[in-house]
């Protein structure tokens, strides 16, 4: 099987999504941006703001990345959603991820929902997990995330090797 660097943090980022009542990114960065710029004025709600003496430009780039986390699971979802077999993807989500979101992960979760899944979609536990694949492939395309190199793809580690190469020739002569 091949390892996902980011599978960990994809299915924390759908199990976010479905804590939070599966919300609309663009009503939720509308209330972090009202949230933002009433931080100062702490008058308002003083005990809430007291519980949190934090520089405003952290909370900023803290909600930045949950609403991107939340924007990439709704375009992930929307672009599934159009599939043909879209409908059993999502279910397997649903069944999969979003179950009690709240409660920490034990060892063989996932296997035990997507058993349920191949029985309610129905179909096989290793279609079930490609659903899944899939859908995590997807989110990370759109999150912007690495998930792996491709071999006619120019990466970081090229030009920082390539970088290196170039140094030591220039550091000889």
Do not use: W
């Not at 003083?46 to 709704?74: G, N, T």
């Not at 979760?109 to 997807?138: F, H, N, W």
């Amino acid at each position: 099987m091949l390892k996902e660097t980011a599978r960990d943090y994809i299915v924390d980022a759908f199990r976010y999504y479905s804590a939070l009542k599966r919300p609309n990114a663009a009503s939720a960065q509308k209330k972090a941006d009202f949230f933002l710029q009433n931080y100062h004025n702490r008058n308002q709600t003083a005990s809430f703001y007291s519980l949190s003496p934090i520089a405003p430009d952290v909370i900023k780039q803290k909600l930045d990345a949950e609403i991107a986390d939340l924007r990439a699971v709704e375009e992930t979802l929307q672009i599934l959603r159009m599939r043909p077999e879209g409908k059993d993807i999502l279910h397997a989500i649903e069944t999969v991820y979003f179950f009690s979101p709240y409660s920490p992960q034990k060892k063989c979760d996932i296997t035990d929902r997507v058993r349920c899944a191949s029985l309610e979609i129905p179909a096989s536990e290793r279609t079930v997990y490609y659903y899944l694949s899939l859908a995590r492939k997807t989110f990370a395309q759109q999150r912007g995330l690495r998930m792996k190199q491709k071999k006619n793809e120019v990466g970081l580690s090229d030009i920082l090797s390539a970088n290196l190469n170039n140094d030591k020739k220039e550091g000889t002569e």
